[in-house]
């Protein structure tokens, strides 16, 4: 059974960079595809940006200037960092397995921006 | 504001059918599969329906899915107290870029 478990800071200050991660078990990072996804407090879900095993990404375009997606084989996960955040970023961000839909999911990690 | 249309909010009592609609532009939903979420409350979102009509493993069958054209139905029938959730559509646009619906919330009477 494939698993994933975001981890990283709950708190950023205004400006400065959100980092997650997300790390996989139960299966290999090396097939398909990984996204991240985020659900900001009482609002639907918004899908940040996808990555291949071999480190290919695709971008929500409305957050592409601001997203990067990383992977790691070798530690079998995959990392998000957004910078100059804002309130508006402050959201609950899911990592979720890609195959032709979003079949593994996170249990999501709450980030509030805040100073 | 998504691209794909669902219902604000749905309901019905227990042991009852309901449906959720989910309606695309631009083709979206003629061109590619639709996938269906659960969220219940505090919790991740869970695939209840991929590829229009196809149950992932441990989904019971009270739940389907169905499209024809730009439109996608999510049923549910002999409904229960704990399918009360929050309901996602999704599927793709022409670049491969995710898409989702806004979401509706089913209330169980």
């Known amino acids: 059974q494939v698993q994933l478990q975001e981890s990283g800071p709950g708190l950023v200050k205004p400006s400065e960079t959100l980092s997650l991660t997300c790390s996989v078990s139960g299966g290999s990072i090396s097939s398909y595809y990984w996204s991240w996804i985020r659900q900001p407090p009482g609002k639907g879900l918004e899908w940040i940006g996808y990555i291949e095993y071999n480190g290919r990404t695709i971008y929500n375009p409305s957050l592409k200037s601001r997203v990067t997606i990383s992977v790691d084989t070798s530690k079998n996960q995959f990392s998000l960092n957004l910078t100059s955040v804002a309130a508006a970023d402050t959201a609950t961000y899911y990592c979720?397995?890609?195959?032709?839909?979003?079949?593994?999911w996170g249990q999501g990690a709450l980030v509030t921006v805040s100073a | 504001q998504s691209v794909l249309t669902q219902p604000p909010a749905v309901s019905a009592a227990p042991g009852q059918k309901v449906t959720i609609s989910c309606s695309g532009i631009?083709?979206?939903?003629?061109?590619?599969?639709v996938s269906w979420y659960q969220q219940l409350p505090n919790t991740a979102p869970k695939l209840l329906i991929y590829e229009d009509d196809k149950r992932p493993s441990g989904i019971p069958d009270r739940f389907s899915g169905s499209k024809s054209g730009t439109s996608a139905t999510l049923g549910i029938t002999g409904l229960q107290t704990g399918d009360e959730a929050d309901y996602y559509c999704g599927t793709w646009d022409n670049s491969l870029r995710p898409l989702f619906g806004g979401g509706t919330k089913l209330t169980v009477l």
């Open positions: 979720a397995r890609v195959r032709g839909s979003f079949d593994y």
């Open positions: 631009n083709s979206n939903l003629d061109d590619h599969f």
